[in-house]
């Protein structure tokens, strides 16, 4: 919905937030990106002209051959998606508020939660959260409120913005206290956890898998936190459960995971998915909704929302969490993606991903001075230890050969100094991978 504003509208509006215009209001942002200069003709152009100079300006874009990863990944989308993602019905980037007025939206919600919830195997799944780090976060939270206890630790390997936006959703309120578990090779340290493990502790929370691409033994983790009563939060590649055990299989009472690899585009970040997904005695700690099937009085199928966490709907000060609203089409497109692939299919796809990273890690680490820095079972990503900067490696790289070999880690863990995070997907082929190794091998 598109609300005009007239000037009276807006000088009313930047009076109460305490500014005198909107140049005040954006005069930290440097100019040169506020007022880009165009060269454009004085009487205009038409539309011929104008898409004309968007190509031209397009073409300057340089065409990277990427390898990183870090929770966003580059996956194959098959054109039946597209197509039907497209439809009039369900073409729409926000959520449906009025959902009860179409069944077909509340089946399409439906059939989400319970793909989702099979495929972590898990009793309940949500209508979806905004992204995986914003699952993450909101699954700690119902387990402090849960437990009532104020004490989180989280593994090393946990996606580093996802510990940020957790901090963010409490405000950074010092009630709290977040420790980070010490690392074995990369995976967490079940002794390091035992220690750290006690009356007080909230949830473990672990992700696998995990920032840098390795396995982790979600078991064991959980079997030590139920000990001491602590919940277990477990955050986990979809596609990675072609092939890994599931989250619901290891004890997790929470788990969430990123959905952009089901199907979704990279696009600059977003919109991407949150998975959110829980243990049957939690259902009521979910924030967002559950879409419920039903029969109605004549015996036939029907689609109902049953459970709303909304605060739209209960008292604000009630509500477990601020969730007002999700990007249900991205959460339709991992759907339709998981529904086009079956179970076979992603077992396939799980598989593809785990050769190409493996494929490529064998062919960077035959490079003289390169080695694995992890040792551990590693999915989609891996953590080369470089004989030089690996940011000016990338650097070059991205300049000279249009390709850019991954992301350095030295910005997120200082510690493992010059690392490289790669990633290799289905759609990576062993002609890329050459590139790769020929560029890194003439650049070192």
Same mark, same amino acid.
């Given at each position: ?16 937030? /305490?500014?005198?215009?909107f ?12 007022y ?12 011929m ?5 968007m ?9 990277l ?21 497209s ?36 009793d ?59 690392h ?10 035992e ?5 007080e ?20 983790v ?36 990123e /959905?952009q ?42 689609f ?5 966490a ?22 339709l /497109? ?31 680490c ?7 820095k992890?040792?551990?079972t ?5 953590t ?26 030295k ?30 091998r003439?650049?070192?």
């Amino acid at each position: 919905m598109f609300i005009g504003n007239t000037k009276k509208d807006r000088e009313e509006m930047l009076k109460i937030i /305490g500014v005198n215009s909107f140049s005040d209001l954006v005069k930290q942002v440097p100019e040169k990106f506020l007022y880009p200069k165009f060269k454009l003709p004085a009487d205009g152009m038409d539309e011929m002209q104008a898409a004309a100079a968007m190509r031209t300006l397009a073409s300057k874009n340089k065409m990277l051959k990427s390898f990183v990863g870090a929770g966003a990944y580059a996956r194959y989308i098959p054109a039946a998606l597209k197509a039907l993602l497209s439809r009039g019905e369900f073409l729409t980037a926000y959520t449906p508020y009025q959902a009860e007025a179409s069944q077909g939206i509340l089946q399409t919600i439906y059939e989400y939660q319970s793909s989702m919830a099979a495929l972590y195997e898990m009793d309940y799944g949500n209508a979806s959260m905004y992204d995986g780090a914003s699952a993450f976060a909101e699954a700690v939270r119902a387990a402090v409120r849960i437990t009532g206890r104020k004490k989180v630790l989280y593994s090393y390997g946990v996606n580093p913005q996802y510990i940020a936006t957790l901090k963010t959703y409490f405000g950074g309120g010092e009630d709290y206290k977040f420790i980070q578990i010490p690392h074995k090779d990369g995976c967490l340290d079940l002794a390091g956890l035992e220690g750290l493990l006690d009356q007080e502790t909230a949830c473990v929370a672990a992700q696998s898998p995990n920032f840098f691409g390795l396995a982790e033994d979600f078991g064991k983790v959980s079997e030590l936190a139920k000990a001491q009563g602590a919940l277990f939060v477990a955050a986990a590649d979809p596609v990675s459960l072609g092939l890994f055990r599931t989250p619901g299989a290891q004890g997790a009472d929470f788990a969430v995971g990123e /959905g952009q690899g089901l199907g979704l585009p990279l696009s600059y970040g977003g919109p991407y998915l949150g998975i959110f997904t829980c243990k049957k005695e939690y259902v009521r700690q979910m924030p967002g909704r559950i879409s419920g099937l039903t029969k109605d009085k004549d015996g036939k199928r029907g689609f109902v929302l049953t459970l709303q966490a909304r605060e739209q709907h209960i008292r604000r000060d009630k509500a477990a969490s601020n969730i007002c609203s999700n990007e249900a089409l991205c959460a339709l /497109g991992a759907t339709i993606y998981l529904a086009l692939l079956g179970p076979e299919g992603l077992k396939e796809l799980a598989q593809a991903n785990y050769d190409a990273a493996h494929a490529a890690a064998e062919r960077l680490c035959a490079i003289k001075g390169i080695s694995l820095k992890f040792k551990g079972t590693f999915f989609n990503e891996f953590t080369l230890a470089l004989p030089c900067d690996a940011r000016k490696l990338r650097s070059r790289l991205i300049e000279k050969e249009n390709i850019d070999p991954g992301l350095p880690l030295k910005d997120f863990y200082p510690e493992l100094g010059d690392t490289l995070l790669v990633c290799a997907t289905e759609t990576t082929t062993e002609e890329d991978v050459s590139r790769l190794e020929k560029a890194v091998r003439e650049s070192i």
